[in-house]
């Protein structure tokens, strides 16, 4: 079985560019999960998808960052415009409900220069 | 709300020798307890977890957990390393009778050397 795909792996950017990243999670999964890992820490939720809809985004920074899970599937999260505090490692994950197990991706590591 | 400590950035360790990666946690409610392994390049694998039942919880690769609720503890040991235990390892608490939600430590990278 596949596991979480994300795309791309590695991302550079100057600031004040958008920057977009994708996450296909694992066939039949209904939650979908965004998290940033800032070098020398642990993840951090962004946002939390059940389904198409958005049920927990308290974490996201709205002014810049956004979020959309289409027909409940993959995934794409965009900063717009990026600032050079975003640089880190985007991690997607999914599981079959927020009562089980989560899975995650290889993540994507931005660099805004 | 929930956080977790992760009292060692880095852990050193000669090959075939125990380790031990300490993991504290606060939480005013019952928690799951999660220990996640990153190896070099790859995505976070969940190693073992605590749900309820047994405090002692065994992953298939020879690490255990015990789960003490009076310290609010959730060490990882191993008795004998191996260079392939390199990794980052990340412990993670959410409210009890979710898997979402999780809240991460900061990481201890473990380094097995010959």
């Known amino acids: 079985e596949a596991g979480v795909v994300q795309s791309p792996r590695y991302k550079i950017i100057e600031k004040k560019q958008p920057v977009a990243f994708w996450c296909n999670p694992i066939?039949?999964?209904?939650?979908l999960y965004w998290y940033r890992q800032n070098l020398g820490q642990g993840p951090e939720l962004l946002i939390r998808?059940?389904?198409?809809?958005?049920?927990?985004d308290s974490q996201l920074p709205k002014d810049r960052f956004s979020a959309e899970r289409l027909k409940g599937v993959d995934s794409t999260l965009k900063i717009q415009p990026a600032e050079l505090g975003d640089s880190a490692v985007y991690l997607c994950?999914?599981?079959?409900?927020?009562?089980?197990?989560?899975?995650f991706g290889p993540g994507t590591r931005l660099t805004v220069l | 709300a929930q956080s977790v400590t992760q009292l060692d950035s880095q852990v050193p360790v000669f090959e075939e020798a125990p380790v031990e990666l300490r993991c504290n946690y606060s939480?005013?409610?019952?928690?799951?307890l999660f220990w996640y392994v990153q190896y070099p390049n790859q995505g976070l694998q969940l190693l073992l977890k605590?749900?309820?039942?047994?405090?002692l919880v065994e992953s298939i690769n020879g690490f255990e957990a015990e789960f003490n609720k009076s310290q609010t503890s959730f060490h990882l040991r191993k008795p004998s390393v191996h260079i392939s235990d390199t990794a980052e390892y990340f412990c993670?608490?959410?409210?009890?009778?979710?898997?979402?939600?999780?809240?991460f430590g900061k990481g201890t990278k473990l380094s097995v050397k010959p």
């Open positions: 605590y749900l309820s039942g047994s405090t």
């Open positions: 939480s005013s409610v019952s928690v799951y």
């Open positions: 066939s039949g999964h209904n939650t």
């Open positions: 998808y059940e389904n198409e809809e958005a049920v927990d």
């Open positions: 993670a608490v959410s409210k009890g009778g979710s898997q979402g939600n999780l809240i």
């Open positions: 994950a999914s599981s079959s409900g927020r009562l089980d197990t989560q899975y």
